[in-house]
């Protein structure tokens, strides 16, 4: 991947910590830029244009969600993973549910770090025309209207549940990517308990019979992973 015009901004309390992942993703080809509170990295979003932001959760002045959800609202689209020391479910549905595209738990390897950028930024820049889409046009013969929760394959409409709706939306957006099964629950349930899970499951099979009336439209079960949908 090419780096040297991706600008990262980072917001990391722990300097040592922040000057080591700084570096690192120098080393890497990236532009990055350190800020040691909330309020420094929001001053510094507004002066600066970046691709993609990595925020500490718990930072004084501004923690990383309020940070982030004043960067939203300038940059709605921005990628944005949240790094935290802690592990609570509660935590990672609340990082979820503001529209992270991943988290972290500390402590982390750098290297799965730069992974996980490398892979929110190709699938970000790879479907830039799908963000806030609410029409999708799946293969030939397939046309899925998510503000009316409805299908329309091969001139036929098919009402379909709002979690139905929310689910295929999300899948279309990730198109030809995996779906995190995980990830997929936190962002339509906000919770991944086996009950929600199971649900999905449900859906998932409900959408799948509907999907594969149009041959050149596949919802694939990745094993261990998640779902994708190709078209």
């Known amino acids: ?20 992942l700084c570096d690192y ?43 982030a959800i004043e960067i939203r609202t300038i940059t709605p689209d921005v990628p ?8 609570i479910k509660e935590d990672i549905i609340q990082g979820f549910s503001l529209g992270a595209d991943d988290y972290m738990t500390k402590p982390f390897s750098i290297d799965e770090l730069v992974l996980r950028i490398e892979a929110v930024l190709r699938r970000n820049r790879a479907l830039p025309s799908e963000i806030g889409r609410t029409i999708f046009k799946l293969g030939k013969n397939t046309t899925f209207y998510y503000s009316r929760h409805t299908l329309v394959i091969n001139d036929k409409e098919i009402k379909i549940t709002t979690k139905e709706a929310e689910v295929l939306r999300l899948l279309c957006v990730n198109k030809n990517n995996v779906v995190d099964r995980n990830s997929a629950l936190i962002a339509v349930w906000n919770d991944d308990s086996y009950f929600n899970a199971r649900s999905m499951d449900v859906y998932i099979a409900k959408l799948r019979q509907h999907i594969h009336q149009d041959p050149d439209v596949k919802m694939i079960n990745v094993r261990g992973k998640g779902f994708k949908l190709v078209y």
């Open 1 to 20: 991947m090419e780096n040297k015009n991706t600008a990262i901004l980072l917001a990391e309390d722990e300097e040592n910590m922040g000057t080591l």
């Open 80 to 87: 944005i993973i949240f790094l935290t020391a802690k592990n």
């Open 25 to 67: 993703l120098k080393a890497k080809g990236y532009q990055a830029d350190l800020y040691l509170d909330g309020e420094k990295a929001f001053r510094g979003f507004c002066t600066k244009k970046y691709d993609l932001c990595i925020l500490d959760v718990m930072m004084p002045k501004k923690d990383g969600y309020s940070l």
